[in-house]
């Protein structure tokens, strides 16, 4: 390479590096960025999520005009799913004043929890994320309703209760959890001890590692041998179709298999074809899209190619879960404009909406979204969650099917085990600031 | 006929053994480190600081760690990710066992539990060489990534098995945890990056860094001059781990602020070794450039199409970026196979007869 090429070749990327940071993207409206991953092993589950999340506040400023009369500017970044594109992430935008973050990965948020309290940039991890992180007190600027973990645990721990005929009668037998080696898998690991010890059954555990959950046949080799009564799973990404196929093969009973909220879009059902019918798992939204607001995204959003969703996708289970997360969201920025009478509204002023977040029966109504979910009512300073229920859906080989009525997790087990661990999270960190926010009064 | 070395004339054998024996190449050091030093803190935002600059630095130390072992030894390694880890929890569980410690103390310190487990995992290679021994060193990484997650020990118990950086304060100024500034943890890890690479090049150009290229040159010809092999062999292995393991130490304390065992898998370990591929094997400004390429370009990649106008989806630009990235990579390594290290070697060639090349 002649020295001269090189030369030029160094002044153009130069020139290109100045330009790129030297100036910054003018923010106009309210500024709400989306930490999605629509590439990578994760993506199967990113996909319709990023889509549902995008297009409600597309179909917001589309219909509305944004909120209150001021148009939300989404942005997406790709994380791809790895903590260190979400910490860049982070950096990136939060200089451009963004209402709130949803970073969408467990090991994201874990990073970023310590950051937002100094950025003064709240975070919402909706049902994901630190379970400890519910405790106001502790954690002003994390939420994460409608509820967590552990509740999930304590309410499929409930449903099998009233399968068997209550709890006491899983005496002697076993449980199966097969869980994503992470930190996410294995946050509802103390709370399943906490029940076998109390309940007299065996607790075995299957952990699948990141490289091997595409594969998992030394896991449910294992399976058939111990012969769980019931397995529960943790999966995420390309585990949850794999594992389900793996328990049809093995001949395992699949309405014996429960998965969590993150374990049940519709391409995990697909992904297990017809053997994965029976298989169940919790959700917290709606099915389908017979609500009203959904219609007003198909017909602002989707129908005009705003969207990057696939037609025959359009509201499935995770869809509906990511539009779930944006009203969440926009009700959060509502409140705040209401809170602070800033029709612009940023971080500190969302934090304040977050807090005071209530949709009731009658609101979801208003939204557009009839029974699409349980009421919203028990977020308040102390408790950034709420601890809502979650009801169980089957798989019928085709699509998802409700199969029980709202489920309430077993709140005096969850909570002071919640209580101990914000405590120690705030106790080992040193330094960990005192909340120094006031609360505000719900409206 | 800028770079011209005419006239130069050393006068001692110290200035002709001197690592950067023309002047200009010794005013182009001091240039750099003064912009690392003054301009980017003082013009930088922390975007610039905390998402380019601190993961170049630390990267590039822990590809400096692997051209050790890698580049200048010839033993093949998969293992830094892991090595790395070992660094960073032997870090956390020091400063949350000894809060009171000096914490730069520490993120030293872990690099010698580092060299202890890289020291251990380079047994076989007397025996093992070539690809077999980066299977070896592949165990490490299996190995050491199961303790990470199965030992709740090492993560305090935590219910999310993460580590959580602790606020320390050195002087009165908060240096690590979410609170300090990215100036300060710029500074440190700056400083450190700059004295390892100096005690680096200072190593290679003495009787180790000899005794370490005879061995990757041809074991047996060294052996026969007298260089014990086993030794050196370990040598590489446990100084090479010390350079992973206060980069991987660096990396959680001073830019992550907390880190799950999923930080250290074989991917980090994949992305240093291309790292030293690409910037040049046995090379430390190979280390730099090959960092620079892997990490930081990326990210300006990834903010081109915005700033051109063109509406991308942000997974749009996330896949040219991995095809652009992949292209540049075959590039450069017809273009040149020993990596950008030798390319620049060849530029400065260029530069030196510069404008009459004959």
Redesign the interface.
């Known amino acids: ?3 001269r090429q ?1 030369f030029v070749g160094i002044a153009c ?1 130069g020139l ?2 100045t ?3 030297a ?1 910054k ?1 003018e923010a106009q409206g309210i500024y709400v960025p989306l930490l ?1 991953y ?2 990578g092993p994760y993506a199967n589950s990113g996909i319709p999520i990023a889509n549902g999340m995008h297009d409600y506040l597309t179909m917001l400023n589309e219909r509305d005009g944004g909120i209150g009369g001021v148009k939300l500017n989404v ?4 994380t ?1 799913y790895d ?2 594109k979400g ?2 992430c982070w ?2 935008l ?2 451009k004043n963004p209402a709130v973050v949803n970073p969408y990965s ?2 994201i948020t ?2 970023i ?3 937002a ?2 950025d003064k940039i709240p975070i919402l991890s909706m049902a994901y994320g ?3 992180s519910a405790v106001g007190e502790k954690f002003p600027w994390i939420f994460n309703p409608p509820t967590t973990y552990w509740d999930g645990m304590s309410m499929i721990m409930r449903y099998i209760g009233g399968k068997e005929g209550g709890l006491d009668k899983l005496k002697g037998k076993t449980v199966g959890f097969i869980f994503l ?3 996410y898998g ?2 509802p690991l ?1 709370l399943l001890q906490q029940f076998a010890k109390d309940y007299g059954f065996t607790v075995k555990e299957y952990s699948v590692a ?2 091997e959950m595409q594969d998992q046949s030394a896991q449910w080799l294992a399976v058939r041998r111990d012969r769980p009564e019931w397995m529960i799973m943790w999966g995420w990404g390309a585990m949850n179709p794999t594992a389900i196929k793996r328990a049809a093969e093995n001949g395992f009973t699949m309405d014996r298999f429960i998965g969590i909220w993150w374990s049940g879009s519709d391409d995990d059902g697909r992904g297990g074809g017809a053997a994965a019918k029976g298989y169940l798992a919790l959700n917290i939204n709606g099915l389908g899209s017979n609500y009203p607001a959904i219609q007003d995204i198909k017909k602002y959003v989707v129908d005009k190619g705003k969207s ?1 969703v696939e037609k025959d996708k359009f509201a499935e289970n995770f869809y509906n879960r990511g539009v779930y997360n944006s009203v969440l969201v926009a009700e959060a920025i509502r409140n705040a404009q209401k809170l602070s009478g800033k029709k612009v509204v940023v971080g500190e002023d969302v934090r304040r909406g977050l807090e005071t977040l209530h949709i009731t029966d009658a609101r979801w109504k208003e939204l557009g979204f009839p029974n699409f979910a349980a009421p919203i009512t028990g977020v308040n300073c102390t408790d950034h969650n709420g601890h809502g229920p979650a009801y169980m859906t089957q798989w019928d080989g085709a699509k998802w099917v409700k199969v029980s009525d709202w489920i309430h997790p077993i709140k005096e087990k969850v909570r002071p085990l919640l209580q101990e ?1 914000a405590d120690e ?1 705030a106790t ?6 005192k909340r120094t926010e006031a609360c505000d009064k719900a409206s | 006929m800028f770079y011209r070395e005419a006239g130069q004339f050393k006068t001692s054998y110290a200035s002709d053994q001197a690592v950067f024996p023309i002047l200009q190449d010794r005013i182009g050091v001091f240039i750099i480190l003064a912009i690392a030093f003054v301009v980017i803190p003082l013009t930088g ?4 600081i ?2 380019v600059m601190i ?1 170049f630095l630390v990267f590039s130390l822990a590809a400096i760690g692997l051209n050790l072992l890698t580049g200048y030894t010839g033993q093949l390694s998969l293992g830094t990710g892991a090595f790395m880890g070992v660094g960073a929890y032997a870090c956390y569980k020091l400063t ?1 066992i000894y ?1 009171g410690v000096n914490i730069i103390i520490w993120v030293i310190a872990s690099g010698f539990f580092a060299a202890a487990v890289g020291a251990v995992f380079g047994l076989p290679s007397l025996r093992i060489k070539g690809f077999y021994l980066a299977i070896a060193t592949l165990a490490a990484q299996f190995f050491l990534e199961w303790c990470f ?1 199965r030992i709740p020990w090492l993560y ?1 118990y ?5 580590i ?5 304060e050195l002087f009165g100024i ?1 240096v690590t ?3 300090a500034s990215a100036e300060t943890r710029y500074y440190i890890v700056l400083s450190i990056v700059v004295v390892m690479t100096w005690m680096a090049s200072n190593l290679m150009h003495g009787r180790i860094g000899r005794m370490w290229m005879a061995v990757r040159d041809m074991d047996i010809a060294a052996e026969l001059m007298g260089i014990r092999l086993l030794p050196t062999k370990l040598l590489a292995f446990a100084i090479s781990s010390f350079y992973c393991g206060v980069s991987g130490a660096l990396m959680v304390f001073l830019w ?5 065992s ?2 250290f ?2 991917n980090q370990s994949f992305t240093i070794l291309f790292m030293i591929i690409i910037g040049g094997l046995g090379s430390l400004l190979g280390s730099f450039l090959g960092a620079a390429l892997i990490y930081i370009l990326p ?2 990649l990834r ?2 199409p ?2 051109l106008g063109i509406p991308l ?3 749009t ?3 040219i970026t ?1 095809m652009t990235i992949g292209a540049l990579i075959v590039f450069f390594l017809i ?2 196979p020993a990596g950008l290290a030798r ?1 620049w070697q ?2 400065k060639q ?2 030196r007869v ?1 404008p009459f090349p004959y």
């Open positions: 390479m002649k020295a090189l990327a290109v590096a330009a790129v940071f100036s993207a999605t629509r590439t942005e997406e970044c790709e791809g903590t260190k910490v860049e950096e990136s939060k200089g467990t090991g874990l990073q929890i310590p950051k309290a100094v630190l379970s400890a080696e992470s930190g294995r946050e103390p990141g490289k990057q661990a999270y080992k960190t040193t330094g960990w600031p | 935002n922390d975007f610039i905390n998402a993961p949350t809060p997650i305090n935590n219910v999310s098995a993460a959580e950086v602790p606020q320390r908060i945890g979410p609170r992550y602020g907390g880190a799950e999923a930080v898998n074989i990210i300006i903010f081109v915005p700033q989806h942000a997974a630009i996330e896949h991995f273009a040149e390319l060849i530029g260029k530069l510069w």
